[in-house]
């Protein structure tokens, strides 16, 4: 299945840089977004971009502020985005008959997304060579026949990725529960699902505790496993301003990233002209799976500088005096072999939270994409219990997530295990009993389909086969399936390992008008920080038969279950407002949730952060024991962790260039020390095959890549993602979460045949 180009012969490697966007980002987003929408367009999309009443970034979930907001309110990879999805390329009918599967399967990932905006449904049958056009009526009567065949609402699932409205998430999660499966999959399981497994067990509430302006207010900001300035770049923003009043930053990190060392903000003078702001005072190169013994360490001296908030301590958790004495009795030794780090410089981390008043704890998937994910978590939770940084201004956890919706499909419903209360709610809502079984989440889901348990496979938005491990497997899951079904604005790899019969329906993107039911409509979002406000598009669509994502889905639904429960399907696809009145109903913290979106938007809300108060089974926060593990690799054996490139997002790959690492025109490259270098017999530039090892036995590859001597902790190796995927064994998974273990792939290098 794997695809290549010619990227080895035009690959070019140079120093990382040691500072985040400036004039060059500025340059370099224009001229991308001129190149791919044309003037007028990249004017109309970019100048309302994260504006009061203008659409949402369709990128990270990073949130907007509050007050005055600038008028270029953007990051150099938002642009890129609206750009990817604003492009004037499209692909329909004739690019189909010109391409068949088989050709479409030989192609890149990045070459698929690259040809445009997809115009027309499709439809490739089963036996077929190539997609061929069909009518929406035709799509929909198609996937409710083979939907209604199934022996059990069970062989089906729903996807859904994190760039849903909050509108097309609730009538997705209604037509699955209505239908009757919990089977909704969805990208949280692929990212964050540690992150809400963690605190929804430790304070009560699986979302973080802060808003914008508590980072603002932080003295001490801790950045660990995350890099900013590719994933999250206006978050650099936020930390420049809390540098600037007087606050520190700790980053912990196997790579040096440059959004971690300088930020030179694109929408200041000072930042244009390179002189920037210097931001972490202190960088620990962890090694990789490092942070669980980390943390303990920290929580073990920061009890012995005495820094313990008694009162919060005593007045709101459980558990302290069994976390006290084990942390009171931590293997020094141990610490040192699991994180690679000195003594002193643990202590000097140590004594940053020690001095520190209020602090922000910031992790993303560096840490939530290991096997001990869950306890490292709620490792932080320790520390921030122990300070009493939780419900105080300046202070509080702060899980960064990705994708710009993901939080909001999580809070409409879209969950495989759905608490019982929203199903409750749901079922007086709309009069029929919800499945209460569990159904599968996206790992499990890549099982049923392969096993043949089940044999529908409905995706709203995503990429689904790029984006989840042991590609091949995956794949060949898909393939088997009766059906697949993919709501979507581009190509991509799950539209070629596709099911025997497969559908394309193309969707609007954010950035277009929506005039479904003949007027304008509006959509809903939460960011990262539960803020809750309206996004509306104002381009042109690109073709005349793309549909909102609220109106495929109703299309789908009433194909499938017609008059069934007597929902009125075609009244929420004419209207979003008479959805948002039943997400009012529906959803805890959204009462009269279509009135305060009229206001101009509103923050959910959240126990520990509002009222310091904790809804868990004992009320309270609670302290949590873990045991530290060293996670070791045989001799001659590499860790790798699988990442991101700065021009890419998720699965989809902008462009050939990572300038922060000093990479040029490729991407099958990976990042080595010196130090694993000479002991492996290898050099800087020498072509490797990886071979990933796991204890089924089987060996996984992924073929050409150019080792690039980097700055990173000896035994840890890096490499970019989708072309790394097929190295993650689909059974290695977070504890308790279920999350794919990205971060920690043991490997060895072969040299090409």
């Avoid at 539960?530 to 109703?554: F, K, M, N, Q, T």
């Avoid at 789908?556 to 959805?579: H, M, N, P, S, V």
Wanted: aromatic content about 6%; hydrophobic content about 40%; proline content about 5%.
């Amino acid at each position: 299945m794997a695809a290549f180009d010619d990227e080895e012969a035009r690959l070019r490697v140079g120093p990382p840089a040691d500072h985040a966007a400036g004039l060059e980002a500025v340059r370099l987003s224009l001229a991308n977004a001129v190149q791919k929408m044309g003037v007028r367009k990249t004017v109309r999309n970019l100048r309302t971009l994260n504006q009061h009443d203008g659409v949402d970034c369709m990128s990270c979930a990073w949130p907007d502020p509050q007050g005055r907001r600038h008028a270029a309110e953007f990051c150099e990879n938002g642009a890129k985005a609206v750009a990817w999805e604003g492009q004037r390329d499209t692909v329909g009918p004739e690019f189909f008959a010109g391409h068949s599967i088989a050709d479409l399967a030989g192609r890149t990932d990045h070459w698929l997304e690259k040809q445009g905006r997809l115009t027309h449904p499709m439809v490739r049958r089963a036996g077929g060579t190539h997609y061929e056009p069909i009518s929406w009526d035709d799509a929909f009567a198609l996937a409710g026949s083979v939907l209604r065949s199934l022996d059990s609402p069970g062989e089906a699932a729903f996807y859904t990725s994190g760039r849903a409205s909050n509108e097309a998430a609730f009538v997705y999660q209604l037509l699955a529960r209505a239908f009757g499966t919990n089977n909704l999959p969805d990208c949280s399981n692929m990212c964050h699902e540690s992150t809400g497994t963690a605190l929804t067990r430790t304070i009560g509430i699986g979302k973080g505790s802060v808003t914008l302006d508590d980072l603002h207010q932080a003295d001490l900001i801790v950045v660990s496993g995350q890099n900013p300035g590719t994933n999250h770049p206006r978050m650099l923003t936020a930390l420049e301003i809390a540098k600037r009043d007087g606050a520190k930053i700790l980053a912990i990190n196997p790579l040096p990233e440059a959004g971690l060392i300088r930020f030179d903000n694109p929408q200041k003078a000072r930042g244009l002209a390179g002189r920037g702001t210097a931001l972490a005072d202190r960088l620990l190169r962890i090694r990789s799976n490092g942070d669980l013994a980390l943390w303990q360490a920290i929580g073990h001296l920061l009890l012995r500088k005495g820094v313990a908030d008694s009162e919060f301590i005593a007045s709101s958790t459980v558990g302290f005096e069994a976390w006290a004495a084990h942390v009171a009795e931590i293997d020094r030794d141990l610490v040192l072999a699991a994180t690679g780090l000195t003594w002193a410089e643990i202590e000097a981390a140590a004594d940053m939270l020690a001095s520190a008043e209020r602090i922000v704890h910031c992790w993303a998937m560096g840490i939530t994409q290991h096997r001990n994910a869950v306890a490292t978590i709620k490792e932080f939770v320790n520390v921030a219990l122990l300070q009493g940084m939780i419900g105080k201004p300046g202070a509080g956890l702060c899980p960064v997530r990705g994708h710009s919706n993901v939080q909001g499909d999580r809070s409409m419903g879209i969950w495989e295990k759905p608490p019982a209360f929203f199903l409750d709610r749901l079922r007086d809502e709309f009069g029929f009993e919800p499945p209460r079984e569990h159904g599968h989440d996206a790992v499990d889901t890549v099982k049923a389909f392969r096993d043949g348990r089940a044999k529908v496979f409905v995706a709203l938005g995503g990429n689904f086969v790029g984006a989840m491990p042991d590609t091949e497997v995956t794949a060949a899951a898909m393939r088997g399936a009766t059906l697949t079904v993919q709501i979507s604005t581009k190509l991509n790899r799950s539209h070629v390992e596709a099911g025997r019969t497969a559908l394309i329906l193309p969707t609007l993107g954010r950035t277009e008008q929506d005039l479904t039911g003949g007027r304008v409509q509006r959509i809903t979002v939460e960011d990262s920080m539960s803020a809750v406000h309206a996004s509306r598009g104002r381009s042109e669509p690109v073709g005349p038969l793309l549909r909102s994502e609220v109106d495929i889905v109703c299309g789908l639904a009433a194909a499938t279950l017609g008059d069934r429960y007597g929902i009125d399907w075609a009244g929420f696809a004419a209207d979003y407002e008479r959805i948002r009145e039943r997400i009012g109903r529906v959803v805890p913290g959204c009462d009269d949730y279509a009135a305060k979106i009229q206001g101009g938007g509103f923050t959910m809300p959240h126990p520990p952060r509002d009222s310091r108060t904790f809804p868990t089974p004992e009320g309270k926060a609670v302290f949590t024991v873990s045991p530290v593990q060293v996670m070791t690799v045989p001799e001659g054996r590499l860790v790798l962790q699988t990442l991101r490139s700065h021009d890419q997002f998720n699965t989809t790959i902008y462009g050939l260039d990572d300038r922060y690492r000093g990479i040029r025109s490729g991407r099958r490259v990976v990042f080595i020390s010196a130090a694993d270098l000479a002991e492996l017999g290898f050099a800087d530039g020498d072509m490797v095959d990886l071979v990933s090892e796991w204890s089924d036995g089987v060996e996984r590859r992924a073929d050409r890549f150019r080792l690039v001597e980097y700055d990173t902790p000896k035994g840890c190796v890096a490499a970019y993602y989708p072309e790394t995927n097929p190295l993650v064994p689909l059974d290695s998974q977070a504890e308790e979460s279920g999350t794919p273990t990205s971060k920690w792939v043991q490997v060895r290098l072969e040299r090409p045949a």
